[in-house]
């Protein structure tokens, strides 16, 4: 081992930048949370029916395999198909928008880095945005 001190994994996995498994769980409860309470969430609310809990199961696993951790989802369930099982609900520009909102909101309150949350919201539009299947 030479002298040199060693430098910060720069190749760090968002998964690990992020916290891990704990960190991406408090991700996820803090967006749920969010997104229940919040009045400026209530349209994509409105798409999850009376509660969260399999909503925020499935995001964290899903999260962690999206976010280079372990593929909890796809271990679970198989290939995720987002736009095929989102298709049941109504999703247009507000729910999208709104959802990202609640995200970004949620990155900043678990204390995700900045530079992590900005890399990372592009790559959530892109999803979010594939997932709509309706004008509005």
Not at 1 to 15: D, K, L, R
Not at 27 to 46: G, H, I, N, Q, S
Request: charged residues 25%.
């Amino acid at each position: 081992m030479s002298g040199a001190a060693q430098e910060p994994a720069t190749n760090a996995t968002p998964y690990v930048r992020i916290g891990g498994d704990a960190g991406v769980r408090a991700l996820v409860e803090r967006f749920y949370d969010l997104m229940d309470a919040d009045p400026a969430y209530a349209r994509v609310r409105a798409t999850h029916g009376a509660s969260l809990d399999a909503a925020r199961e499935k995001l964290h696993l899903f999260l962690s395999g999206w976010l280079g951790g372990p593929p909890l989802y796809v271990d679970r369930y198989g290939h995720p198909r987002l736009r095929a099982r989102h298709l049941p609900f109504a999703i247009g520009v507000t729910e999208r928008d709104e959802w990202l909102a609640c995200m970004r909101r949620a990155l900043a309150d678990t204390g995700v880095p900045d530079e992590l949350a900005a890399a990372l919201m592009p790559a959530f539009f892109q999803t979010a945005d594939w997932m709509r299947n309706r004008e509005g």
